[in-house]
């Protein structure tokens, strides 16, 4: 069974600086994909970035990035020069071998001015 | 337009009544998934068909079904609602050739009363 942690609730971040998300997982599925999803108050789900198992580098998209540290089964997502409009819950998704999703239960971003 | 059409957007129902969600797509994506939302948490999937002719059932298909119409439609039915089936249902797409990323529609907010 795959198993996606994501243990801060809530954070606040000021304008302009970085923050970082963290979510471990938890697999014995040799290949996966780590998928971050964004989800604003509107409700919808926006797809961030995706890191597969045996990418070499960390993935990167625009100011996101995607911090992947295989052994201590990590994928921790990096937003660099925080936005107001990046205020949303935040959702690190895992799919397996059986191509199916599971997801954290999110972390909460308020971005301060 | 929407790459993955959600209807309605929103909908009241009355426990007991049979109510249809219905999502569309144009990305071309052979693979549809239905989850549900509820208030504070991560999604889980309901049901999940990679071609017009598989259906597969999710973590939480209980108390619901679904129809693969075509490659480009999957709709999903509560045959008798109940109140705690009141949810965000979102619908969503992915094709292999894409690593499998899954884009979702904007969701439907469904209230059993």
């Known amino acids: 069974a795959q198993k996606i942690t994501q243990t801060q609730p809530g954070m606040f971040v000021q304008e302009k600086e970085a923050v970082t998300l963290d979510c471990t997982y938890d697999t014995s599925d040799p290949s996966y994909g780590l998928f971050w999803y964004k989800q604003p108050s509107s409700g919808e789900m926006i797809f961030l970035i995706y890191?597969?198992?045996?990418?070499?580098q960390n993935a990167t998209e625009g100011r996101y990035s995607l911090n992947f540290q295989k052994a201590r089964k990590s994928a921790n997502l990096v937003i660099s020069a925080s936005q107001l409009g990046d205020s949303a819950m935040y959702f690190c998704a895992m799919r397996g071998s059986d191509y199916k999703l599971s997801f954290g239960a999110g972390t909460t971003v308020t971005v301060r001015a | 337009d929407a790459d993955v059409t959600q209807t309605p957007r929103n909908r009241i129902t009355k426990t007991g009544k049979r109510i249809m969600l219905e999502c569309s797509q144009t990305k071309g994506h052979d693979r549809m998934y239905w989850y549900r939302q509820d208030p504070g948490l991560g999604l889980r999937l309901i049901y999940y068909?990679?071609?017009?002719?598989?259906?597969n059932k999710g973590e939480i298909s209980d108390g619901y079904s679904v129809s693969r119409q075509a490659q480009a439609k999957f709709s999903l039915s509560l045959e008798s609602a109940i109140p705690n089936q009141t949810a965000l249902y979102f619908c969503a797409t992915s094709d292999l050739r894409n690593k499998n990323i899954q884009y979702f529609g904007a969701g439907t907010r469904l209230s059993v009363l």
């Open positions: 890191q597969g198992s045996y990418d070499q």
């Open positions: 068909s990679f071609d017009v002719k598989d259906i």
